[in-house]
């Protein structure tokens, strides 16, 4: 992932007001969460596994954080049961940035995303946007959070390898 | 060996009116929604979510102190949490494990499958190991007094295990109705946001309002 793709999601969470985040970090994503661990507008956790994740951005929230989980792919998956929990039972709007490995046009053998990704996403009723262009990212960001804070709600946006590399 | 509901009832005698308490799901929930009717109370942590819910609380409200009342099964589900809450040591968090050292033992005449706590596991030890300092095990309600106590008044984080009764066969009346996680949102969120001056809920109507 180059630096400037990594510096277009940073900038889209602090357009978009997030200033608290948690996640686990990937390969695909590193330069998003060094960028994070850094920052000092915005507050990264660094966690043992992306459920717990969920649990530390559902209690910033009712202390009146703007949180974001920044979730590799496959953590997704393991953050399933809490953040279905969360956007189901609870309704706590929880912005979830994604690194889409395995969508259509990524080289490596990982289609296993592509039947968990979206699928999964639809089952726990968080409605998301796939973003394929670069251009988009920041934008897509803002409008995503907005829509999530408004409709508490969680909400995806992931981020494709047209996007990001 | 002293019992779940002994405990909740002594805390619900002690804690101050502004500490944040979040309980994880089960006899935590319905046990502190029955002895305990304050604005202050978010319920429900599902499995694995308690300890962490009230960190990410302490985190964004470093000048509250909160309080998980959580359970063995429930925290070793995500176990990892207690070094991250040692790597930020957040001063203002105590973690209270209810540990009958079983799996849904609470709802039934007999003890369930054991935990990790049922063999070898020592969950303060853990703590401990994880590099939260303040850790201690208790079995009687002086002692638990005391140790909330202190966690109340002295820097954290805050580790505390309480060996309860296997089985939950002493309960509170079903008096009160424990609010459900949409209803209790709602209510948390605004007594935080009157009393900590932050926004949570917002508006209502987004841009337009």
């Known amino acids: 992932m180059k630096p400037e793709k990594a510096q277009l999601v940073v900038q889209g969470l602090k357009e978009a007001g997030v200033d608290f985040t948690a996640g686990v970090p990937d390969a695909q994503f590193i330069e998003v969460y060094k960028m994070l ?17 969920v649990g530390i951005g559902f209690g910033a929230w009712f202390g009146g954080k703007k949180p974001a989980l920044i979730l590799a792919t496959s953590g997704l998956l393991v953050a399933t049961y809490h953040l279905a929990r969360v956007n189901i039972m609870h309704e706590v709007p929880l912005l979830v940035v994604v690194p889409y490995r395995g969508d259509i046009g990524d080289p490596r053998w990982l289609g296993l995303y592509k039947k968990t990704t979206e699928p999964g996403l639809d089952a726990m009723d968080i409605p998301y946007r796939v973003v394929s262009r670069s251009a988009d990212i920041v934008r897509t960001i803002k409008e995503c959070n907005e829509s999530a804070r408004a409709w508490l709600k969680c909400i995806a946006v992931v981020l494709n390898e047209e996007a990001l590399w | 060996m002293v019992t779940r509901l002994a405990l909740i009832r002594e805390l619900a005698a002690i804690v101050p009116e502004d500490i944040l308490v979040v309980s994880s799901i089960g006899n935590n929930s319905a046990f502190w929604g029955q002895l305990a009717e304050r604005e202050a109370n978010l319920f429900h942590a599902t499995l694995g979510m308690c300890t962490p819910a009230a960190f990410g609380l302490a985190m964004a409200l470093p000048n509250r102190k909160v309080l998980a009342l959580d359970a063995d099964g429930n925290l070793i589900l995500n176990l990892g949490v207690l070094g991250t809450i040692a790597n930020e040591n957040p001063s203002n968090l105590t973690i209270l494990v209810m540990d009958n ?67 939950d066969l002493e309960r509170p009346g079903r008096e009160k109705r424990v609010p459900d996680p949409r209803e209790n949102k709602y209510q948390f969120a605004k007594y935080i946001e009157r009393t900590a001056g932050v926004e949570i809920l917002g508006g209502g109507l987004g841009n337009f309002g």
């Open chain 2, 101 to 167: 050292r079983n799996y849904l033992g609470s709802h039934k005449k007999e003890p369930g499958m054991p935990t990790a706590t049922g063999g070898k596991m020592k969950l303060h030890e853990v703590a401990k190991g994880c590099g939260i300092e303040s850790a201690w095990v208790v079995h009687d309600v002086p002692t638990f007094r005391e140790k909330i106590q202190t966690s109340f008044s002295k820097a954290g984080p805050h580790f505390i295990s309480a060996q309860i009764e296997p089985l």
């Open chain 1, 37 to 53: 661990a850094e920052d000092r507008d915005i507050r990264y956790v660094g966690t043992a596994n992306e459920a717990e994740a």
